[in-house]
């Protein structure tokens, strides 16, 4: 397994499907990501790179349990804005949603993803000042941060699998995964297939892919075949490669 990513319930009591329990006690759900975390950590193989998503509470916890996992290489934790989230009183505003990126050893495949340069939505200016050096800056982009802003909501129907209806992830998300740890012909897995968007964006990919899902497996299998959900616009570019990633 070159990569795999995983995007588990996040506990917060939830209805999915009856095979599905998001109401654990905390001590049995961190519990309960161990266990899975142990296979995934089994099965990539050296060099490969594994994803956690999930919110910053859990991910603590389970970014220092596999700092502990024999092996395994902290890279980065990734911070993704989600501004479709509501107050809670008494603590800050939550706006972001936590992305934890590992390696098995060093990694075996890491490409550089730039981005477009920010402009103003009203006047197309820059957005940023970088300082006089802007004619030196690569014509690419700017190299991909660890602070996602630009990650579009899953809102409008055409992005979301109409016989499913738990959240699904931006396109986005997984075209900057696979493109960041994977070459075309490598092999993702995600142990939690939720709404397909992985095998999605895999299969534009050119990644071969291994799924794994408890209750909605004949919504995914139903998505692939009808292309129902169609890809978020994407004008991120990878440096190795001399093509942008598609947009739609």
């Not at 905390?26 to 309960?32: H, T």
């Not at 992305?99 to 730039?114: M, Q």
């Amino acid at each position: 397994m070159n990569t795999v990513f995983a995007d588990p319930p996040f506990n917060l009591g939830k209805r999915y499907g009856q095979r599905t329990n998001d109401a654990k006690a905390e001590a049995e759900y961190i519990q309960w990501c161990k266990q899975w975390l142990d296979q995934c950590v089994r099965v990539l193989a050296p060099g490969g790179s594994l994803f956690v998503y999930n919110l910053p509470k859990w991910n603590i916890i389970l970014g220092a349990y596999l700092m502990q996992a024999a092996g395994m290489e902290f890279r980065h934790s990734i911070a993704i804005e989600m501004k479709s989230s509501l107050p809670i009183p008494g603590r800050l505003y939550p706006a972001h949603y936590s992305l934890l990126y590992f390696s098995k050893g060093k990694p075996k495949t890491f490409r550089k993803i730039r981005t477009p340069i920010e402009l103003c939505r009203h006047c197309s200016g820059e957005i940023r000042d970088y300082g006089g050096h802007r004619h030196a800056m690569n014509p690419l982009g700017v190299n991909l941060k660890d602070v996602w802003t630009d990650i579009p909501p899953v809102r409008h129907w055409k992005f979301k699998s109409q016989s499913r209806k738990a959240n699904a992830l931006s396109t986005k998300i997984l075209d900057r995964v696979i493109e960041m740890s994977t070459v075309p012909g490598d092999l993702v897995l995600d142990p939690f297939g939720g709404s397909g968007t992985t095998f999605a964006v895999c299969e534009q990919r050119d990644r071969r892919w291994i799924g794994i899902e408890i209750d909605y497996t004949a919504q995914i299998i139903e998505r692939l075949r009808s292309g129902d959900v169609k890809h978020h616009r994407n004008e991120d570019v990878v440096e190795e490669a001399s093509w942008p990633l598609a947009a739609e």
